[in-house]
């Protein structure tokens, strides 16, 4: 027997922690930790303990026994993990776990405030809240009346489990100290400067919520939309609740195929009486009810062997009732410059998941919708008169240059008719007012978590920090934010220690300019009416979308507290 990660693995590597013979890789400070599409068990070395399967927030974790039959593979997916030669001979010893003791300077008390409430704002949070020895007291602002940032707004309805990393940032939120202030937009309800002032320190965890454009001529046509939009729409994200999307026609085409591409599709055909029980937005599944879309083509630009999606969230497809996966055969065998690439590497995971991918692809359809995946195709031009009516895709060939495999645009040209299109091609940071930014890769410039004065330069601008997508680019999973938060609030602490941060007004609470804001007293009851409202629906939440009434509902619930707290003291 041996215990198995399976596909709700986030990558925070709370089970790495606690694994008694060290068995779960890649950890957090081996090389492949930071491009892994999730940790692996060692089945020959896991002693059956059982210790990471409590610690797992996710519930991700499952004796290889008791695996439903969708989640079978993973015990081949972990194991081979272990078969490439370059992740064996590895310490059968745990890592010593603990922080690094700091002498901090004096008694005084460090102030900071978090912009944003997603994972990575909460894992700092996290960080700083729990160091032994120093008082931190930490503000957190959202512009939303909701946190938890994309855990809410992005990761899909149908992965309930996921989403229970919000349970988490919720107990870091109940700690001393903390407070959140929900609709507050920095940068518009407040500025850096008010931050500034009040604050040791501000650290920048916005995110990054923009989408980047493909440059092809029809991009603008109706009935083409980014994936940005379509995601936060289902996910019931205020600012998109009213968009509509055409689902009249039988096709979709995703162009571009990371894991978001995979949850639009999946979402897309996914039987409709599956998404009642989720916490999609109501809106949406009215809209998704009436859908008569059967086939979702999704297009990558290069091979099988290269697809931006993971094998978990293909897996995660592969289990979704009622579709079929399809796929050219000419495009999922292995080309001549994979094939160069891959010696050495057989065991590789990215050939695990090409092979994979053709193997799903030659199941005899059952169902009657599809998934196709495509590949080797590039978008040149999305067609139509007044609307999408298709998209125009190039062929590609790829070669072996420099040790990597390169995609380039052939000449045979190839149409794919459609009514609806989503463009998924990454997400993009937006500037924040007053700081400085980096255009070409849409962070905050910053050296290892502090904000420096310019692209290029390690000046740093003083008591600024960044984490998350702000701070890397939007790449990784919900768990990659907890190395990346610490390693802010690291860089943070040394500069305390240092004596570098300094507050103008520490007796100015900000609470005075934003007498409007949501508390967390607030979102709590938020929280509990949306789960209330869900249960006898066998839904976790109905979830709130329009800010008015999310307000109503909170000042409802202090309304009648304020009176159960009068009434118990008369
Ligand atoms: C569609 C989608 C699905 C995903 N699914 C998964 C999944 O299934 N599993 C997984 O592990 N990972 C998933 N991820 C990745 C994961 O969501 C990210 O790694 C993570 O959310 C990034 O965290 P963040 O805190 O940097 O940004 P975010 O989560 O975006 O949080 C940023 C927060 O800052 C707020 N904000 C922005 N500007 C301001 C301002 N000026 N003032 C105040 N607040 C502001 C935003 O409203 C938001 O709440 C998914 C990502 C996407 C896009
Ligand atoms: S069951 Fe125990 S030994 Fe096996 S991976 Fe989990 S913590 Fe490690
Ligand atoms: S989510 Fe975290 S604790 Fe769970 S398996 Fe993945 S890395 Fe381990």
Not at 51 to 78: M, Q
Not at 252 to 270: E, F, K, P, W
Not at 485 to 496: C, N, P, Q
Request: contains cysteine; aromatic residues 6%.
């Amino acid at each position: 027997m041996t215990y198995v990660i399976t596909q709700n693995c986030c990558n925070d590597a709370s089970c790495v922690a606690v694994c008694p013979v060290n068995c779960i890789h890649p950890t957090p400070d081996e090389p492949g930790y930071k491009t892994a599409e999730m940790l692996y068990i060692d089945p020959d070395v896991c002693i059956d303990c059982g210790a990471c399967l409590d610690a797992c927030p996710v519930s991700a974790i499952e004796p290889d026994f008791d695996l439903p039959s969708d989640l079978l593979p993973y015990i081949d997916l972990n194991a081979q993990y272990y078969r490439h030669p370059t992740h064996l001979g590895y310490p059968q010893v745990p890592a010593k776990a603990g922080r690094p003791s700091r002498e901090w300077p004096g008694s005084e008390q460090l102030r900071v405030a978090i912009v944003g409430s997603g994972p990575a704002a909460s894992y700092a949070a996290e960080e700083l809240l729990s160091q032994r020895g120093l008082t931190v007291h930490v503000d957190m602002f959202e512009r939303l009346t909701a946190p938890w940032g994309l855990v809410r707004f992005g990761v899909a309805p149908d992965h309930q489990e996921t989403k229970a990393t919000a349970d988490d940032f919720a107990r870091t939120a109940r700690r001393k100290n903390f407070r959140l202030f929900l609709d507050v937009e920095v940068g518009k309800t407040l500025t850096h400067d008010d931050l500034a002032a009040r604050y040791h320190a501000v650290i920048y965890a916005v995110g990054a919520m923009g989408d980047r454009q493909l440059g092809i001529p029809g991009e603008d046509l109706p009935g083409s939309h980014s994936a940005t939009e379509f995601v936060a729409w289902y996910n019931g994200h205020p600012d998109y609740a009213d968009r509509t999307f055409d689902l009249s026609g039988e096709r979709a085409v995703v162009i571009g195929n990371g894991n978001v591409a995979l949850d639009v599709a999946r979402v897309l055909l996914s039987d409709v009486d599956d998404l009642r029980r989720t916490d999609i937005a109501d809106h949406a599944l009215e809209q998704l009810a009436a859908s008569r879309i059967r086939e979702v083509v999704v297009v990558g630009r290069r091979g099988p062997a290269q697809a931006a999606f993971t094998t978990p969230e293909l897996l995660g497809l592969a289990g979704t009732t009622g579709l079929d996966i399809q796929v050219a055969p000419d495009e999922v065998s292995i080309d001549e410059a994979t094939r160069q690439w891959s010696v050495g590497r057989e065991e590789s995971m990215a050939l695990y998941k090409a092979r994979m991918i053709a193997e799903l692809g030659s199941a005899t359809p059952t169902a009657s919708r599809r998934a196709s995946l495509r590949f080797l195709l590039s978008p040149t031009e999305i067609i139509g008169d007044e609307r999408v009516e298709g998209v125009r895709f190039m062929r590609n060939s790829q070669t072996f240059e420099d040790g990597a495999v390169v995609a380039h645009a052939a000449e045979r040209a190839e149409e794919l008719s459609c009514g609806l299109v989503l463009r998924s091609v990454g997400y993009r940071g937006a500037a924040m007012p007053g700081l400085p930014f980096d255009e070409s890769r849409a962070v905050l410039p910053n050296v290892g978590g502090r904000v420096v004065q310019a692209v290029g330069s390690h000046e740093p601008v003083n008591g600024v920090y960044a984490t998350g997508w702000i701070k890397r680019g939007p790449s990784g999973v919900i768990g990659t934010n907890k190395q990346c938060a610490k390693e802010t609030v690291d860089a943070l602490l040394e500069d305390w220690v240092n004596g570098s941060l300094f507050v103008s007004a520490p007796d100015r609470d900000v609470i005075d300019l934003i007498p409007d804001h949501l508390d967390l007293a607030g979102w709590n009851a938020i929280d509990d009416h949306e789960r209330r409202t869900g249960r006898p629906l066998s839904r976790p939440r109905v979830k709130l979308v329009k800010r008015a009434e999310m307000l109503r509902v909170a000042a409802a619930a202090a309304t009648a507290a304020a009176a159960a707290a009068a009434g118990s003291n008369a």
